[in-house]
């Protein structure tokens, strides 16, 4: 069975691409597996998957694109709140508070130890570059005082939020060029709760993130700030970015062992990877899939990359997360959580009042993102258009032969497809 024009025409609406394009990719992707009629299948389980959800919802046919996002927002405030209260109703702004949280998100992301840089080499990379931010805010005269008084993790940390962008990587991340595999080590993925005093200098950081915590995946550190938005939709989002981290953070020690094979291109990859780097010019044909390692559309939602054959690493440390939460959700007498299973990648365009059509992402993250900014009427749904992408790539190949594909070829940003 060969893909029907309007199946590849209604993906290529969803991930705003040309048509003829994602038609290239059907029809050679077609020859090289031998599977016809994939573009199709993933139309027909996309609306299948709709139809669950709609009638999860109690919810018609006929219904609505803001009758569509009121019924996802209402949903992931619910289990926002079943979250919260499974977490005993957490006080965000106070540091034993985290207690529970942290040891939930450590039970069900099931993470091991990684590589990553030694304690004492991020102390000399420190002492080089004194972060003088950090020591302004904090009131050292020297660098020498600074780190014979402060905890190392925390103060790495604050380099992510209160030094200047430039500044960190011209001077600071520069010093990472003479790395090499022999000051990086073996250790267990470290979830860190920053003592209340960095929460003034981090403030501004916050606002702009919209969540109080970030990760450090050269040291294998997750930290939080105790901090609260105080946002409806708070606790699912910190919870589930807080898992995600740690899946990213597994993946990326991963590649640092695979590029210490090599020590002579270590520090090159190394650095690349922690840059995010990806290809800068288009490649001649759709043989090769792009591999974008972060979400492009959050700074330009234009990007041609966007509309490129790509797949996306990010998309899939999603996919654990909310695989995790679900399976907590069970564990835990929650079961209405497991309505998000296998939904990152399914969405649709919905009537309006106005006579068009709107996106609606049914992703559990694009929600939870989209409820936490609801006073500022902001919509997400990036998430879910990447995770898409995946999704055709994995029904030509496999869940399996992604992941594969994209830690094997890595250091070329892209996927070669003969």
């Not at 998430?383 to 070329?412: P, T, V």
Request: hydrophobic letters at 40%.
């Amino acid at each position: 069975m060969r893909d029907s024009p309007d199946a590849t025409e209604k993906l290529a609406k969803i991930l705003r691409t040309p048509k003829d394009l994602l038609l290239e990719v059907s029809e050679h992707l077609s020859v090289l597996t031998g599977k016809s009629g994939v573009m199709q299948d993933i139309v027909e389980s996309n609306d299948a998957e709709i139809l669950e959800a709609l009638h999860a919802l109690k919810l018609s046919p006929g219904v609505n694109a803001k009758e569509m996002y009121g019924a996802l927002i209402a949903k992931i405030e619910a289990d926002d709140h079943t979250l919260y209260e499974l977490f005993r109703k957490p006080d965000y702004s106070k540091p034993e508070a985290y207690k529970t949280i942290l040891g939930f998100a450590r039970d069900i992301s099931r993470v091991g130890e990684g590589l990553f840089l030694k304690h004492e080499k991020a102390r000399e990379l420190l002492a080089a570059q004194p972060p003088k931010n950090i020591m302004r805010a904090l009131g050292y005269e020297t660098v020498q005082e600074l780190l014979s008084k402060e905890d190392l993790v925390e103060v790495y940390s604050a380099l992510r939020f209160l030094e200047e962008a430039e500044w960190l990587n011209t001077v600071f991340f520069k010093q990472y060029d003479n790395v090499t595999p022999a000051d990086f080590e073996m250790r267990p993925i470290e979830v860190r709760v920053l003592s209340p005093q960095w929460v003034e200098p981090a403030e501004k950081f916050m606002k702009k993130k919209h969540h109080n915590l970030s990760h450090l995946k050269e040291l294998g550190v997750i930290f939080v700030i105790p901090w609260t938005l105080g946002h409806e939709g708070e606790t699912m989002r910190m919870f589930s970015l807080l898992v995600h981290y740690m899946h990213e953070i597994e993946f990326y020690s991963k590649l640092f062992e695979k590029f210490s094979a090599a020590p002579e291109t270590f520090a090159e990859h190394f650095i690349s990877s922690l840059r995010g780097d990806i290809l800068e010019t288009r490649p001649p044909n759709t043989n090769s899939w792009l591999i974008v390692q972060r979400y492009l559309a959050k700074d330009d939602e234009n990007d041609w990359r966007l509309f490129w054959p790509h797949v996306n690493p990010e998309a899939l440390h999603w996919r654990r997360a909310e695989e995790d939460l679900v399976r907590m959700g069970m564990r835990h007498n929650m079961p209405g959580i497991g309505f998000w299973h296998s939904l990152d990648w399914v969405g649709d365009y919905f009537g309006t009042d106005a006579g068009i059509n709107a996106l609606v992402s049914f992703d559990l993250v694009d929600n939870a993102m989209s409820l936490v900014k609801r006073k500022e009427a902001t919509k997400y749904l990036y998430h879910h258009q990447e995770a898409l992408w995946n999704k055709i790539f994995e029904s030509y190949f496999s869940k399996q032969e992604l992941s594969a594909m994209i830690f094997d070829q890595w250091e070329d940003y892209l996927i070669r497809l003969s």
